[in-house]
């Protein structure tokens, strides 16, 4: 499994941005794929997760409300869309992805196997 991730940069405060995760390699009907992040001198966080299925979501407290997870089926893709960004977001954004999430979308980063290389997000203020 190949992930990919593409789509970060520097913005300001109460911007958007889009995150992509590409994914490639052997299928992955069985997976949950969820974006975590890691901010200088932080713990990897979870941020965002999705059933391969698409039938599930689950979001992190600090971002409930303001980012989105979404499948795009046509180009295997995982999107992180973020609205009102804050300085408080900045971190390097990774796309992950659990064999096990057929049953739950877990939060912890060692349940994950499969990693991309992070795209970095800066929000100035």
């Known amino acids: 499994v190949q992930l990919v991730?593409?789509?970060?940069?520097?913005?300001?405060?109460?911007?958007?941005?889009?995150?992509?995760?590409?994914?490639?390699?052997?299928p992955l009907l069985s997976y949950a794929m969820a974006w975590f992040r890691q901010a200088p001198g932080k713990e990897r966080e979870f941020v965002a997760g999705i059933r391969w299925n698409g039938d599930a979501t689950r979001y992190a407290d600090s971002v409930k409300g303001r980012f989105t997870i979404a499948k795009d089926n046509a180009e295997n893709t995982i999107l992180l869309t973020m609205n009102s960004l804050k300085p408080?977001?900045?971190?390097l954004y990774y796309c992950a992805a659990d064999s096990a999430g057929w049953r739950m979308i877990r939060l912890t980063s060692r349940e994950y196997e499969f990693w991309g290389q992070g795209t970095q997000v800066t929000v100035s203020s």
């Open 5 to 26: 991730e593409s789509g970060g940069g520097l913005v300001q405060a109460g911007d958007s941005l889009r995150l992509s995760c590409a994914v490639s390699g052997r």
């Open 88 to 91: 408080e977001d900045t971190a």
